[in-house]
């Protein structure tokens, strides 16, 4: 007890003097962990016990914070980021495993270690990447969004990999290794190949199915008592089961913890137990960062320097130049894909794993293991000044182009009768649109790329974030008629709308939403209207398929007005019931069928002699309210 007391005195100590030094001097609080850490290691003071105890207490902060992210992997959140996740994510992982094997080979390396080196080192950490993010300011946006989508995907990806990495095996096991990585907690390693893998699969379907069939009674029956603390402990029991699953089958304890949140993620209790277990992330977090720098290997720098110099630069350099051009390949401006390829060009905590996994397992000889750890160690440690540097790198990039510096009170286009915040494909076709009829337009955009094309078309567009209040006062917001919001990031759109709302409560908000949900939350924001950006496109789209599937033209109108008006009719109804998950459903899918009936009806009513007065649709509205009523009453 006195050793784990004084253990805990000195990580507490370290954490609270190193890290408020490190934000002081603008380096971040991973950092901070990380100096921490290597100061009070054992290759330096020495004032903690064996690292190896320490680093398995602390991995339990990697596995809160997958827990968490899996708690957030819904159906609805894949489908709607599938581009980034599969699309970005995969390219990611493919051309990062690829370019580094190909390294290796030219180093020398069998094919198949090399292959194994390229695919463990595709691997980002997670941890270091959201924290180092947050503390940017860039999670919720775009490259936020970037970097949590190929995250997302790398984790999905270590399950493959511990079926994959054994058939590349060309030496023999070290004897000493443990095959899962995670020390004697290992039940099957003693068993054959295929009895393994076969015990994998039996406790990812332990957690799916207990997670579906076991664990919500027990949460509802728990949730019935009202004991708070009850029910935080039955979360973290579920956590620290589901891991210790993972380790006896010899698979990472995260993984399984991260297995769990998705299995969880459409429950009913999904927000409660974020709210109980977030409290413990910064916490146990801070212990790894602070473990992976004590896990920092000083003797082995001091032999080779030089060597383990090159893997470091030389791994970071070329996941940055592959997830850069992958970025850029993906539509990303230069400054978003330069901040994802630069947040995700370190080696990551599924590494450490994943070596250890491969020694065990012949593919990979213990001393090269050894010295890529140390790589990945450091190379996680070197993140938060990666960040640093690309900040100060996109501020030089800033400063090059003295006509887009940000706009503070000297806007010269006179009283505009209108403000748009964003002015990309969408903002534009409305813009353009004023324009010509007449109205006077304030423009806002924080993408630099794009300002400097606009303006080289003649355009005159501020560069700024929309969001700030005194920006938008400058612009002449509290003087204006109509603030129309054409952003294309979702959660910057709805904080636009709900600031717009507060500071100037006469002013008209339009909102460019991107889907049905996101029109709902700007509309409780206190947007005035909301329009769907692919809406009236698809609309046109489908229209015109009609014709060319041997519908006259003014049949196809008419069809397409039809859907129209029910299709915003039914937007009103459901509108209460937004947040009521099952109901808003239930109602959807009766609405969805309604419509069918409706256009099906309309079409075997038309008559071939009624293409004149098929054009006007303005009696649509009161058919649509009787024909429904009738279905209603049917």
Wanted: net charge neutral; glycine share 10%.
């Amino acid at each position: 007890m006195e050793n784990f007391l004084t253990q805990a005195l000195v990580y507490l100590g370290a954490s609270v003097v190193s890290v408020p030094i490190a934000k002081r001097l603008g380096l971040g609080s991973v950092l901070g962990y990380l100096i921490a850490g290597v100061v009070i290691g054992p290759y330096a003071l020495s004032l903690v016990g064996a690292q190896a105890d320490v680093m398995k207490f602390a991995e339990f902060g990697v596995v809160i914070l997958l827990f968490l992210i899996g708690l957030e992997v819904r159906p609805s959140m894949l489908w709607d980021m599938r581009k980034t996740i599969f699309g970005l994510g995969g390219a990611q992982v493919a051309g990062t495993a690829l370019t580094i094997a190909a390294a290796s080979l030219a180093l020398g390396l069998p094919w198949q270690t090399a292959l194994a080196v390229g695919l463990v080192l595709a691997m980002s950490s997670t941890a270091i990447v959201l924290q180092t993010l947050d503390e940017k300011g860039l999670r919720q946006g775009p490259v936020g969004r970037a970097a949590f989508g190929v995250l997302l995907l790398q984790d999905l990806a270590v399950i493959p990999l511990f079926a994959l990495l054994p058939l590349l095996a060309t030496v023999v096991p070290a004897a000493h290794a443990e095959a899962g990585g995670h020390g004697g907690g290992n039940l099957v390693a003693h068993l054959p190949v295929w009895a393994q893998g076969l015990s994998v699969f039996a406790a990812v379907a332990a957690v799916v199915g207990g997670g579906r069939y076991l664990v919500r009674p027990v949460f509802r029956f728990i949730a019935k008592a009202r004991l708070r603390e009850i029910f935080t402990a039955s979360a973290l029991l579920i956590v620290v089961a589901v891991a210790s699953l993972m380790q006896m089958v010899g698979l990472s304890p995260a993984l399984g913890a991260f297995l769990a949140g998705v299995v969880l993620a459409e429950s009913e209790f999904r927000r409660e137990l974020e709210t109980d277990i977030e409290p413990f992330r910064g916490l146990l977090l801070g212990l790894f960062f602070i473990t992976v720098g004590a896990g920092v290997d000083l003797p082995l720098v001091a032999r080779q320097p030089l060597t383990l110099l090159g893997l470091v630069i030389g791994l970071m350099v070329l996941k940055f130049l592959v997830m850069y051009g992958i970025a850029r390949l993906f539509g990303a401006p230069k400054r978003g894909a330069m901040a994802v390829a630069t947040a995700l060009a370190q080696g990551g905590e599924f590494a450490f794993v994943l070596l250890s996994f491969t020694v065990g397992a012949g593919v990979i000889g213990a001393p090269l293991a050894a010295l890529l750890t140390a790589a990945v160690a450091v190379s996680m440690a070197l993140t938060p000044l990666a960040m640093i540097l690309y900040e100060r790198v996109a501020a030089l990039m800033d400063a090059a182009i003295p006509d887009v510096t940000p706009d503070t009170g000297d806007f010269d286009d006179g009283e505009p009768d209108i403000i748009i915040a964003g002015f990309g494909r969408f903002g534009q076709i409305t813009g353009r649109l004023l324009s010509a009829n007449g109205f006077k337009s304030t423009v806002l955009d924080s993408d630099i790329e794009q300002i400097e094309l606009l303006r080289r078309f003649g355009r005159r567009v501020h560069y700024g974030d929309a969001t700030r209040l005194d920006l938008l006062r400058a612009a002449g917001a509290d003087r204006a008629r109509m603030l129309i919001v054409a952003l294309d990031d979702r959660e910057k759109t709805v904080e636009l709308v709900e600031t717009a709302r507060k500071a100037f409560p006469d002013l008209v908000i339009l909102a460019r939403a991107w889907d049905r949900r996101h029109a709902y939350d700007l509309l409780a924001n206190g947007a005035d209207a909301v329009e769907r950006e692919t809406f009236e496109s698809a609309l046109a789209l489908g229209a015109t398929a009609l014709q060319k599937l041997g519908f006259r033209a003014h049949r196809a109108h008419r069809a397409a007005a039809y859907f129209r008006r029910h299709d915003r009719r039914v937007f009103e109804e459901l509108r209460p019931m937004w947040g009521q998950e099952e109901a808003y459903i239930l109602a959807s899918r009766d609405a969805a069928k309604t419509m069918d009936r409706l256009l099906d009806a309309d079409l075997h009513r038309m008559r071939p002699g009624d293409g004149a007065g098929a054009w006007d649709t303005a009696s649509l509205d009161e058919e649509l309210r009787e024909r429904a009523q009738q279905e209603g009453a049917d």
